[in-house]
């Protein structure tokens, strides 16, 4: 299966990039990453998706590298509100599982 | 709001029972994804429906099954129930089964006593 690899917890200053790495080194040629995030219980929330290419929209902005290894996501200016935990998903190619990670715990700090 | 709808919200129930949980995806959306969440856990991804089929298939347990209906509502049922199952279930829609987001469901609340 697809795998994701992601820092369990990060810490960032509130107005400050927030930059949460995911190391998805397994990921076939025409899957994508999404990213989406969680807060508290509530259902996960789709922040961004991509394929090879930078992309960014009102949310946040995701830089994958060439080899489509690893991939960053990036909260331009954290805000309180965006405390959460952050998942980095694939989609396992043979399956068609959506694979996710354990996430990161991004704590934004005042 | 999402625009997905899951009832109920919690449910409380004792081991060897089976229980139904039931999901409503948002207008238009023809896939329907089921994941479980234990506490303090990650989302485990448990089975996908398309249009009424089986899309694929996750680390879903043989006294877990569901199904997609014509209308498009899908129905999560549980059975033999273990203490291990108490978890939270969420539902989750989108518009094909390609290359799209996911919006999910405030979730189920399930706890087995």
Redesign the interface.
Known sequence: DAKTTQPPSMDCAEGRAANLPCNHSTISGNE?V?W?R?IH??????II?GLKNNETNEMASLIITEDRKSSTLILPHATLRDTAVY?CIVRDSG?????????TRLKVLA | D?G?TQTPKHLITATGQRVTLRCSPRSGDLSV?W?Q?SLDQ????LI?YYNGEE????NILERFSAQQFPDLHSELNLSSLELGDSA?Y?C?SSRTTL?N???????T?LTVL
């Open positions: 994508y999404y989406y969680q219980s509530q259902g996960p929330q789709y998706h998942y399956t068609y599982k959506y694979i996710f990670g354990t996430g | 999402s997905v994804y994941y969440q990650g989302l485990q991804f996908q899309r694929a298939k996750g939270l969420f989750a290359y987001e996911q919006f999910f469901g405030p979730g609340r």
